[in-house]
């Protein structure tokens, strides 16, 4: 399968607080009139998202809420790979195979904090109002408690990778669901399932997976998450490393998906692990 990637040139405007990530958004479905026609090989297109959002401050005691500013995908999956250097660095841990098991955790658990930190700006809820601070009256915003945040690490590897999600959004609920792999067919089966049976409206929901490789498990656990009634928009993914197969599987069954990754690698080889990689994230992460 085809494997394409570039990344043109970053443009900042004087307006743009800062770049939040490369997008990459995935042309994998039949041609429209806006559209040129797709091909079976997976073919990823760059652009460059600049976040340039105003806040909206309320000079009184009314309380207002925002919701994600980000431009709408449509039905079109899009693939975030924040540039950051830190998320390249701890990519680069992972990937070596000298590195030993307590460091791999630790580093599962520092790039997931950073993905889960791009992948919550513009999207979670806030409420805004007026505090009396020692020194006068202030403008200030919190994350609305009354919204409710909502990780699902699928297990065992999503653990580790999930580990530091409650340091960065407050007022999280966290669902274990545990999904393992056929090594020989390669197909999901579900073990242990913790999911409440409806999600309370309005979840937005952070599913953490780190190895997107052929699709299996991250489609079985998706559709377990919107058999409890959450809407595709209401959902990221958090991946360590993502490939093409899993990703045009993603891209096909759930449109409109947003998956945040710290690398994207070109293939897969016949028994699922991503190549190059950096091997059996569980395992590594667990030592077992």
């Not at 993905?115 to 006068?136: C, H, N």
């Not at 498990?217 to 093409?244: F, H, M, N, Y």
Request: charged share 20%; proline share 10%; with cysteine.
């Amino acid at each position: 399968m085809a494997f394409q990637k570039s990344i043109s040139p970053l443009l900042c405007h004087p307006s743009d607080s800062h770049p939040l990530s490369s997008v990459f958004s995935l042309s994998l479905h039949l041609p429209t009139p806006n559209h040129p026609s797709s091909t079976s090989s997976l073919s990823i297109n760059p652009k460059i998202l600049k976040s340039g959002r105003r806040r909206r401050r309320a000079l009184s005691l009314n309380c207002q809420t925002t919701a994600e500013r980000l431009p709408t995908s449509g039905d079109r999956m899009l693939v975030f790979v924040p540039p950051h250097p830190l998320i390249k660095h701890w990519v680069s841990v992972l990937r070596n195979e000298q590195t030993p098991c307590a460091v791999f955790k630790n580093a599962m658990a520092e790039l997931g904090r950073l993905l889960i930190y791009e992948a919550s700006r513009d999207w979670l809820p806030t409420i805004s109002g007026e505090i009396q601070s020692p020194l006068g009256p202030a403008a200030v915003e919190f994350i609305d408690p009354r919204e409710p945040i909502v990780i699902v690490p699928i297990l065992r590897a999503g653990l580790a990778l999930a580990e530091y999600a409650s340091s960065i959004l407050p007022a999280t609920k966290i669902y274990h669901l545990g999904v393992s792999r056929d090594e020989e067919t390669l197909q999901p089966t579900v073990y242990l399932n913790k999911l409440p049976e409806k999600f309370p409206e309005g979840s937005r929901v952070f599913v953490v997976d780190p190895m997107l490789a052929t699709g299996g498990t991250i489609i079985a656990a998706l559709e377990l998450i919107k058999g409890c009634g959450v809407d595709t928009k209401q959902i990221k993914v958090i991946s360590a490393v993502a490939a093409p197969p899993a990703l045009q599987k993603l891209s096909e069954k759930f449109p409109g998906l947003h998956v945040y990754s710290g690398i994207l690698d070109p293939t897969v080889n016949d028994k699922g692990f991503i190549i190059p990689g950096l091997g059996d994230a569980g395992d590594r992460s667990f030592g077992t």
